[in-house]
């Protein structure tokens, strides 16, 4: 028996209520058998008329959960099991259908970015990227295309000036029509005849509309590109820029894809924490889905940097992947680093008789989605999301700074960020500070710390906790701080550490997972909320550190000519050499005490970071509307924007003077692999040529040859490499997605009627807008 089929025995039985019945469980199939259920519970007790007010009440704002799941199919399971929960969890079952269907139509809201479905793969993303930005060209096209009509319009008084229309009252759009007309007919215009006691010159409003250029079209297609870019819940380019760089931003296909794919990760793995999916017996630290994810972007990153190499002026050549292995990319040095700084703090620490201690600051219940002891879902949980809790901590945190600048309680250390197992971040901070100042130290940290919500820090006995802050002093007695914090450093990075002899578990995290297999989980985890998982707090620059250790003893040549040809001051370049010698032995203590200890500013630190915008001697610039061309030396970004870079050092002697010092010594060019296959010799600067003829002027001895065998065996292998390159497949697919927006742009202008007069005009120049 169906549904309808059992309601309707337990109804009036009329046609009518048979009609009433079938259109609710036609638009809810998939609810149908839950609903009939309670229909036929209300009328056995109150009868059927009941029963039908109680249908009537309570489904009307209930969706097809079905068509969600047809929608989201990527994520049909875990929706299922979202949805379900939600009705378990109910008090009744007609209120668990509703709160499910609530949140299945957030998720559609959230998962859907003006038309763009999230879940879909990457190439959906790439399309709708390039779609948007070619939208927002047409539209600034279009605009560019009316300014020589306005302006003769407006030299021949042709603009009408914008009338302040009232809201109409009609319903119908033939009504709405004719009170425009009436109100457009009642308004007072320049023939309008004045009343006999009012001057004529105080009847006219004089103003005059602006005249359209190139700079006004900009500013409009700007508006336009700003409201499409928050049309997709993304947050368009800072104010503070430059028009021209917001809008180059917003016509870049390569912006609107880094926006969409950040902001669609981030909302998928917000439903994904929603549904439950994101917990220890489910996916820990971070979904599936996002794991899965994280790993196809990486893969791609990998591919993009081995197809390309750098090349610099003595002609070393390196892939981008090899690079990327040589520095703090590979999470090895990354790690090496980080333990190195921390373990030689602690040993200045030691020295200068401070106490270092250990500190634990959880977010409040609210921004838990599920109950830490059984995964169960959190009643107090307010839909917040990680990066909401992180945004929680950093207030909590300048909070606490600010109350220990006013004491002049000087801290310094480490602050490291890793997520609970339902996704929620909580800090771990190292923080050595002087012996006096521990007791003060502790108390603000706490009370700032279990401000919010104070009534979650007792058990049911009435016993405070430490749920929300820990404070544990070093014993090193015991072990290291560095000990305290390996484990979570090795965690939030590739899992690899040694294990420490006595230590249980040591290569297992609190919930008893392998820190190789938590790790991905992890840094995916950081990477799709844009979370900083590490920062040191009171302690020099560390880009300081990487460019002094840039003058290592293959460099000493150059530094001694950069010295000879700029005459440094003695004592500053006696103050390089000795923090030289101690960043080059890897000794971060001494180079902590020789910057000025910890907890001093860094506008007093001796050496500070050399940075200057970059400069680009053969940039030209050519204006299409004007054919003016603008010769400049400072290098300027994808999006015409000013790029600043570090070239250095700037060492101080204590007394007011400076000396630059130039670290960067290689010049790169990066090229793709396939021409480093087409004979290019030196900086990259000539090619092998593919024709048979040569590129200098023919002459009576220079006639052209026959290749020989081997040369075109030679030629056609090369061919067939760039054949199957990626640089070929992407000019492929960017020369067909070419002739198909031209093919269909040709066959939407065959389609369309012709214009009549003025109306291009009148789209491209509404009259509010003049």
Request: proline residues 5%; contains cysteine; charged residues 25%.
């Amino acid at each position: 028996m169906s549904a309808l089929e059992l309601a309707f025995g337990y109804s009036s039985g009329t046609k009518d209520c048979y009609l009433f019945l079938k259109a609710y469980f036609g638009r809810l199939p998939s609810l149908a058998d839950q609903l009939a259920s309670g229909y036929v519970h209300v009328s056995k007790r109150h009868g059927h008329a009941a029963a039908n007010r109680w249908l009537r009440h309570n489904a009307k704002e209930l969706i097809d959960p079905a068509s969600i799941y047809r929608r989201f199919e990527a994520i049909k399971g875990d929706l299922e099991r979202g949805f379900n929960g939600l009705v378990k969890r109910a008090p009744t079952t007609i209120e668990g259908l509703q709160q499910g269907c609530q949140w299945l139509a957030r998720v559609e809201e959230s998962l859907v970015l003006h038309g763009l479905n999230v879940t879909h793969d990457d190439e959906a993303v790439i399309n709708h990227a390039d779609a948007q930005a070619t939208a927002l060209e047409r539209e600034r096209s279009k605009l560019i295309g009316g300014i020589a009509e306005h302006n003769r319009r407006l030299r021949l008084g042709l603009l009408p000036p914008s009338l302040n229309l009232k809201p109409t009252k009609a319903r119908t759009l033939s009504g709405q029509a004719r009170e425009v007309a009436l109100q457009i007919a009642n308004s007072r215009n320049p023939l309008s005849p004045p009343m006999g006691i009012i001057p004529l010159m105080a009847v006219f409003n004089w103003h005059r509309a602006p005249v359209m250029n190139l700079a006004v079209v900009n500013e409009m297609a700007l508006t336009i590109a700003r409201h499409r870019a928050r049309l997709h819940g993304i947050n368009p380019p800072s104010l503070r820029l430059k028009s021209g760089v917001q809008l180059a931003k917003l016509t870049d296909p390569n912006w609107w894809r880094r926006q969409l794919r950040r902001l669609g990760g981030r909302r998928l793995e917000q439903v994904q924490r929603e549904a439950h999916r994101v917990h220890k017996r489910a996916g820990i630290y971070c979904s599936n889905v996002t794991l899965e994810r994280r790993r196809s972007q990486k893969n791609r990153n990998r591919a993009l940097l081995e197809a390309l190499e750098a090349i610099n002026q003595e002609g070393q050549v390196y892939t981008l992947a090899e690079l990327a292995e040589l520095g703090l990319s590979n999470p090895d040095h990354r790690r090496a680093e980080l333990m190195l700084r921390i373990s030689d703090t602690e040993a200045e620490s030691r020295r200068l008789g401070h106490v270092g201690m250990f500190y634990t600051i959880t977010a409040p219940s609210r921004f838990h989605p599920v109950i830490s002891e059984n995964s169960v879902s959190n009643p107090k949980y307010d839909g917040s999301t990680p990066r909401d809790a992180q945004a929680y901590l950093q207030k909590v945190w300048a909070r606490t700074r600010a109350a220990l600048a006013r004491e002049n309680l000087g801290i310094y250390g480490i602050r490291v960020v890793e997520p609970h197992h339902d996704g929620t971040p909580h800090w771990h901070l190292l923080i050595w500070m002087k012996r006096e100042d521990a007791k003060r130290v502790n108390h603000i940290m706490r009370d700032h710390a279990e401000a919010d919500t104070p009534e979650e820090l007792f058990d049911r006995r009435g016993r405070k906790t430490t749920a929300r802050f820990k404070v544990e002093r070093i014993n090193y007695a015991k072990g290291t701080a560095a000990g305290y914090v390996a484990k979570y450093i090795s965690k939030n990075i590739n899992g690899e550490q040694f294990t420490r002899d006595g230590v249980a578990d040591d290569d297992k995290d609190t919930y008893g997972h392998d820190l190789n297999s938590v790790a991905p989980r992890i840094e995916s985890w950081a990477a799709v909320w844009g979370i900083r998982q590490f920062q040191f707090v009171g302690l020099p620059s560390v880009t300081v550190w990487r460019e002094i250790r840039r003058l290592n003893e293959k460099h000493l040549d150059e530094l001694e000519s950069w010295e000879a040809a700029t005459r440094p001051d003695k004592r500053i370049a006696g103050r390089l050499e000795q923090i030289r010698k101690a960043a080059n032995s890897g000794q971060w203590d001494q180079f902590l005490r020789l910057m000025g200890g910890p907890n001093l500013p860094r506008k007093q630190r001796p050496i500070k970071p050399w940075t200057m915008p970059r400069v680009d001697l053969d940039r030209i610039e050519f204006s299409h509307s004007t054919g003016e061309v603008h010769e400049g030396i400072e290098a300027k970004g994808r999006h015409g924007e000013s790029k600043l870079g570090t070239f250095g050092i700037v060492v101080t002697d204590g007394r007011g003077n400076e000396h630059e010092y130039l670290t960067r010594f290689y010049r790169w060019q990066v090229r793709s692999k396939s021409r480093s296959h087409q004979g290019v010799s030196g900086g990259g600067e000539a090619a092998s040529p593919w024709t048979r003829v040569t590129n200098c002027t023919q002459g009576p001895d220079i006639q052209p040859r026959e290749p020989s065998p081997a040369e075109l065996k030679a030629q056609l292998a090369r061919f067939k490499e760039w054949q199957s390159s990626e640089i070929y497949r992407a000019k492929l697919e960017a020369v067909h997605r070419d002739v198909t927006a031209d093919r269909e742009a040709a066959r939407r202008m065959a389609a369309s009627p012709p214009p009549t007069q003025f109306s291009e005009e009148e789209e491209f120049f509404p009259p509010e807008l003049c």
